[in-house]
């Protein structure tokens, strides 16, 4: 009879232990998926040389180092992946700062999460003999420019920084994609524009042109914009994170000669550039992560600006950006990274 409690009380002890490993195990899976996990992000990108840190993470692998599944869903343009992010078909998107304030005054739960760009992308292109010497006259030219854009917001502060004569201009409002024909044919002087349009027309037309880029002293940002509550911190964290990682891998002075030609293979593939223009653009653009007080300044300064123009949906009155930055995730990845206040 001894025997058989002992054996029974064993019996007991040994489905315990076991059912204690099983649920121990079934714990460590458990927590082990959740550790591995990857977060989903579906990123509108507006497919230009301003998106560039956005790509340069995926090809590096850093979204996936910093346990994120990211897809970049390109689009032509700024207005349309903003426009993908107001439709809810993406989580976040890319577009200027111009391009947000438009948005913004009409949608107003839009949240700015940072920068990833300073773009020096605007030129102005000119016809050599529509000019009178070499010094930049644009008095009685007609001069090419998308109306009611950045690339007009940014000649009226050129011309007035630079001093350069513009009495009379008679500015056509014309498609960036149909510049280049408008030049051939003779209809226009010169075009304001912007990337990859100003690569196509130097191509097509060399020594013909003369080119001045107006936004050397003139600053303009790409933005990570998002709407209230599309990203939590689990998720913005990593993204704004893998994005800072990339920043470092193409400045970093320890690595810049190895990082070098890597980062003008991924930039040659992502874009489809000749490597000359490749250079040239890595040049002309500043990828930072940030969130600088300036930024501000230029949308409040664009804001009064779209006022004049009469644009429909920016209505008069005094508006706080500070409203739509949303800063507490770059600060949780590098406080430095931020003095907007």
């Known amino acids: 009879m001894r025997n058989m409690h002992r054996r029974t009380f064993l019996g007991i002890i040994i489905i315990a232990l076991l059912g204690a490993f099983i649920l121990s195990y079934l714990v460590f899976i458990t927590f082990n998926q959740e550790e591995t996990r990857q977060e989903k992000i579906s990123v509108g990108v507006s497919h230009s040389e301003s998106s560039f840190l956005l790509y340069l993470s995926k090809e590096l692998g850093l979204f996936s180092e910093n346990g994120l599944e990211v897809t970049l869903h390109k689009t032509d343009s700024g207005v349309e992946a903003m426009q993908a992010l107001i439709e809810d078909r993406v989580d976040i998107s890319t577009a200027s700062e111009f391009v947000a304030v438009n948005f913004i005054s009409k949608n107003p739960e839009l949240q700015i999460i940072s920068t990833i760009d300073f773009p020096r992308l605007i030129h102005l292109i000119v016809k050599k003999e529509s000019m009178d010497n070499e010094k930049l006259n644009l008095s009685n030219l007609k001069i090419g420019i998308k109306h009611k854009s ?96 990339a920043e470092r891998f193409l400045y970093s002075s320890d690595s810049k000669k190895t990082n070098e030609e890597q980062v003008l293979k991924i930039f040659k593939d992502t874009y489809d550039y000749k490597e000359t223009h490749a ?58 990274s931020v003095s907007i206040y």
Not at 281 to 299: E, F, G, W
Request: with cysteine; hydrophobic share 40%; charged share 30%.
């Open 279 to 336: 250079r040239h653009a890595l040049k002309d653009n500043d990828y930072k992560v940030s969130l600088p007080q300036t930024l501000l300044i230029c949308m409040e300064s664009e804001r009064n600006w779209l006022i004049e123009k009469g644009v429909e949906g920016i209505k008069p009155g005094d508006y706080n950006y500070l409203d739509n930055i949303e800063e507490k995730y770059l600060k949780a990845v590098d406080p430095d």
């Open 150 to 245: 950045l690339a007009e917001f940014q000649i009226q502060k050129f011309n007035i920084l630079n001093d350069i004569p513009h009495d009379n201009v008679d500015y056509i409002d014309i498609n960036p994609d149909e510049m280049l024909a408008a030049l051939k044919k003779g209809s226009l002087d010169g075009v304001v524009v912007w990337q990859p349009y100003v690569n196509k027309i130097r191509e097509a037309l060399g020594k013909q042109i003369q080119t001045v880029n107006i936004q050397a002293d003139c600053l303009s940002y790409f933005l990570l914009i998002t709407k209230e509550n599309n990203l939590r911190e689990r998720r913005a964290v990593p993204l704004l994170r893998s994005l800072k990682e």
